[in-house]
């Protein structure tokens, strides 16, 4: 007997619980926020309103279903099954933080704060919920495009919008850099790191880096499989170079690292506590995942 689906609400601590739970009480964290020039009421409303959209859609799963709730600080060490049903309420970033633990799970989208999200991965309203539910385990749905770093130690890292690869803070990272398939061609650098993004990304850190460089390279839409690379402030020196800075990945194609530091880390969708660690003399290699997010249109 095959199981029902399970919902599998993912949601964040919002801004006024975390002020709250810093400061001990609301008069608290408003004589905080006053100090310092805000006033409360505006995140209480938003809280308010975050609230009301994780209950409006927790009331619309189907009574058969199954549920469970899991919060993003808690989303490494929670288990999805291959029936889960992932029911993302909040901003269209929650979205891409589950994308790197499922493996073909749909994933339905709810803004919790419409007109102040961009509403790119949570495409669709709280009310809208009743009506979506019910088939969204069979429904047709987008594949986006993620990109996958993997160490010559197995490590493994999935994301959605982009991979950074650097120092952890602000050092310097040291690293040699060459592409699989350009004849062997390796450059010593010296950065503050490089970042390997998708056609999702592109709505975000990495447009920032691409209209920084002249928008020269066309960017990948979210469904293609082609990503981009650029390496942030690249040191020019005796024993660093330059040359190597900006390029694409598509199908096979591989961004190799070797790392000439101490440690280095990569970590994707900006989840810098969910990061592969790596030292002197390990490699890793950065290209095209062949997992796909399943997101709901």
Not at 235 to 262: C, F, I, N, Q
Not at 269 to 294: F, I, K, N, Y
């Amino acid at each position: 007997m095959s199981l029902a689906p399970r919902a599998v609400l993912v949601h964040r601590t919002t801004e006024y619980e975390e002020l709250v739970a810093r400061h001990g009480t609301h008069g608290q964290a408003a004589f905080f926020l006053r100090s310092r020039g805000r006033d409360i009421e505006e995140i209480a409303d938003r809280h308010r309103r975050t609230r009301g959209a994780l209950a409006e859609v927790t009331s619309a799963i189907p009574l058969t279903w199954r549920q469970a709730r899991v919060e993003r600080a808690d989303l490494d060490r929670f288990l999805f099954a291959p029936e889960d049903v992932v029911v993302v309420v909040g901003q269209d970033g929650l979205v891409a933080n589950v994308a790197k633990y499922l493996s073909g799970q749909p994933v339905l989208g709810f803004d919790s704060d419409p007109g102040r999200n961009p509403g790119v991965l949570v495409r669709h309203r709280p009310a809208d919920a009743a009506k979506l539910l019910p088939s969204a385990a069979t429904a047709g749905t987008d594949e986006l495009t993620m990109v996958e770093a993997v160490a010559d130690d197995t490590q493994r890292l999935v994301a959605l919008n982009e991979i950074y690869l650097g120092a952890a803070g602000h050092q310097t990272a040291r690293y040699r850099l060459g592409l699989d398939d350009d004849g062997g061609v390796v450059e010593a650098q010296a950065s503050s790191g490089v970042i390997v993004g998708t056609g999702t990304g592109a709505t975000g850190w990495l447009r920032s880096v691409w209209q920084e460089r002249g928008g020269q390279l066309r960017l990948p839409t979210p469904s293609e499989e082609r990503l981009l690379w650029f390496v942030r402030e690249a040191w020019p020196s005796p024993a660093t170079g330059t040359s190597l800075v900006a390029g694409e990945l598509s199908g096979p194609g591989r961004l190799r690292v070797t790392v000439e530091s101490e440690r280095l880390i990569a970590f994707g969708d900006g989840m810098e506590t969910d990061a592969v660690e790596l030292t002197w003399g390990q490699s890793v290699q950065v290209g095209v995942c062949g997992d796909r997010l399943l997101l709901a249109g």
